[in-house]
């Protein structure tokens, strides 16, 4: 009886390892068109299933420069960025993140502006 309780027990830890991981899946894909930016990108995003996210672009020291788009994701979408940050400035040439933030799971993209 202990066996199988203990068999049992460990089926379902497996189960939530499972669901676990298949959660972290939902985003496939995060592609910049053009790359490197110049004046503008569209950035193109591919989820397998619609999840609540937060998009945004990063400095490099983590800085939240732009929020992109806060909601439920649809499975392939697109936001236009024209390198204004959140008060409207155009963002110097460098290195930028796009930053996915999806429950607990977190994807970024490096992107670099050019000029």
Known sequence: MKKAALILGLLGIMMLGVLFAQ????????KANPEPVEASTDIIF???KKVPVQISIQNGF???????????SELNFKIHWNRTDDFGN?????AYYIVVTEGRYTSTKKTLILK
């Open 23 to 30: 959660e972290a899946d939902a985003l496939k894909e995060i």
């Open 46 to 48: 591919v989820f397998n």
């Open 62 to 72: 983590g800085d939240v420069i732009k929020s992109l788009y806060s909601g439920v």
């Open 90 to 94: 155009y963002v110097p040439a460098g």
